[in-house]
């Protein structure tokens, strides 16, 4: 909710929410909570439910964290991914002159994830992703996507075979180790400023 707030609170144009949910885990109930708070708002709001019968396992976050990845397997036009729990700022709309690029076959723009580049890549030299994106590697919390670009790269059909295998590919991140293993030629580095992670005794 903070997102939609934040973002309506620093919005300079129109924008619409698209929420999705695996396998019924959004009850009724909240739906209409949530219906009834963008309705206050002005906000458009409008919900999918997905299924998810991959045989994919996760140690340290919710199945519903790929979700990200079923929507660019599914939507028909380039969007706006945010984590439930970004804040949105001032010129944040500005993420969007990047929308051009969808006939470039880039598959999507995000910014650094600077501390796995920092501390995790030399930790970790086994994790697939982290070698694959290397200095450019991604944090998947914000990024614009191009699902027209993704399914031309087949990565539709790829990505539940590489979710399965996280534990031999070294994954760690899960969802944002598939994007990375993916999209490590297809996408572009975005200013760190439209992700910037705020730590407990950082403000």
Known sequence: MVSIFSAK?????????????????LSKD??????????????????????????VKTSN????????????DTSSEPFLWLDADTLALENWQEIYRD???ENTGIVLCAALDTDVIAKKIRLFPNNSAYLMGGNSYFNSGIFLGFPKNWREKEFHR???DIASRHAELGFEHHDQDVLNYLAFESKKIIDASFNTL??????
Request: charged fraction near 15%; charge should be negative; aromatic fraction near 18%.
């Open 9 to 25: 609170l620093h919005s300079v144009q129109d924008f619409s929410v698209n929420l999705g949910y695996i396998n019924g885990s």
């Open 30 to 55: 909240n739906q209409k909570f949530i219906i009834d708070f963008c309705s206050a708002l002005n906000v458009e709001i409008y919900f999918k439910e997905f299924d998810f019968d991959y045989q």
């Open 61 to 72: 976050l919710p199945i519903q964290a790929y979700i990200r990845l079923l929507w660019l």
């Open 99 to 101: 929308l051009n690029l």
């Open 158 to 160: 790829q990505w539940p």
């Open 198 to 203: 705020v730590m407990q005794g950082s403000l």
